[in-house]
């Protein structure tokens, strides 16, 4: 078992920056992919971006591509969503997961979940 806690989220206005963090603790965090998903008002839970492992491979959604950076740091458990660019419609509230044995692309497949952060972006 692991548990996440998520900071680093806050208001800002459009095209500006924020980086999320999500502190992990319990089982080795490198045993998990790790993934960032964000919720919406009036939304489902959609994905952002995942990483692998050992961090050597990223995804992303492709709302986010090109804008959002996902890393981790495995000897301080900790992983990270660094933000550009950020638009109004970037407003949610961004969840850290973890996935034991598939790749943190789909919610229902989420293992373990943080109590997320809220992003705001105002225009």
């Known amino acids: 078992q692991v548990q996440l806690v998520e900071s680093g989220g806050g208001v800002v206005q459009a095209g500006g920056s924020l980086r999320l963090s999500c502190a992990a603790s319990?089982?080795?965090?490198?045993?998990?992919?790790m993934g960032w998903f964000r919720q919406a008002p009036g939304k489902e839970k959609e994905f952002v971006a995942a990483i692998s492992r050992r961090g050597g491979d990223t995804n992303y959604a492709d709302a986010v591509k090109g804008r959002f950076t996902i890393s981790r740091d495995n000897a301080k458990s900790t992983l990270y969503l660094q933000m550009n660019s950020l638009k109004p419609e970037d407003t949610a509230v961004y969840y850290c997961?973890?996935?034991?044995?598939?790749?943190?692309?789909?919610?229902?497949?989420?293992?373990?979940w943080g109590q997320g952060t809220q992003v705001t972006v105002s225009s």
């Open positions: 997961a973890a996935d034991i044995m598939h790749t943190a692309t789909m919610a229902r497949l989420i293992d373990y």
């Open positions: 319990g089982r080795t965090f490198s045993s998990y992919v």
